[in-house]
């Protein structure tokens, strides 16, 4: 489910008006939502989604700059690579934006038109808390025992007309911070989209 041959194949830095829609990191998006192969949450015809496989080294995370997408719906969800179960899921409402920016989900927010729509999130490899008060803000946990790999899908539904498909937001960057505290890319190795 998580990278069949066709996801695999469209691996590489492909754009989309001039936004990159697949990188290193990414792969994807779903080439064909109408087919039932190629679309996990088949019939949602209206979804489009980019897969990463990744290990994490011991006391590492990885964290993602993005931009909230001018869509209907965003998300960043974990998956256990055998069973293809979800494990957790951060959507758009429940991502806390950056300092100085704001999050169009929420209700009563403007959904377009502003101009500061970062958010970071961190992807640990840890399990869930059981308990809901102890969820971290804006942490995406992805451990399932027994498995090195983890699995991530970030899910784009409907982008605003005139968008492409991640709704004008280009895909979340990664950024590997090691249990030393190094961080590998640099900042200035891994540019915000334009």
Do not use: K
């Amino acid at each position: 489910m998580l990278a069949p041959p066709a996801l695999a194949a469209a691996h590489g830095g492909r754009t989309d008006q001039g936004r990159v829609t697949a990188d290193c990191f990414w792969f994807g998006p779903t080439p064909s939502l109408a087919s039932r192969e190629q679309n996990y949450a088949y019939p949602d015809s209206g979804a489009t989604y980019w897969a990463a496989v990744f290990t994490l080294p011991a006391g590492a995370t990885l964290t993602f700059e993005g931009e909230y997408a001018h869509a209907r719906y965003q998300s960043l969800n974990s998956y256990d690579v055998t069973t293809h179960a979800p494990t957790d899921a951060l959507n758009d409402v429940s991502t806390a934006p950056d300092a100085g920016s704001s999050n169009p989900y929420l209700p009563g927010a403007r959904r377009a038109g502003e101009a500061h729509r970062s958010y970071t999130a961190t992807v640990v490899g840890a399990q869930r808390p059981a308990d809901a008060a102890a969820r971290a803000a804006n942490t995406l946990y992805a451990d399932v025992p027994g498995q090195g790999e983890i699995a991530l899908l970030y899910r784009v539904y409907l982008p605003d007309r005139g968008r492409d498909a991640t709704g004008g937001a280009g895909l979340p960057r990664p950024s590997l911070h090691l249990a030393d505290g190094s961080l590998r890319p640099r900042r200035a190795e891994h540019p915000r989209p334009r």
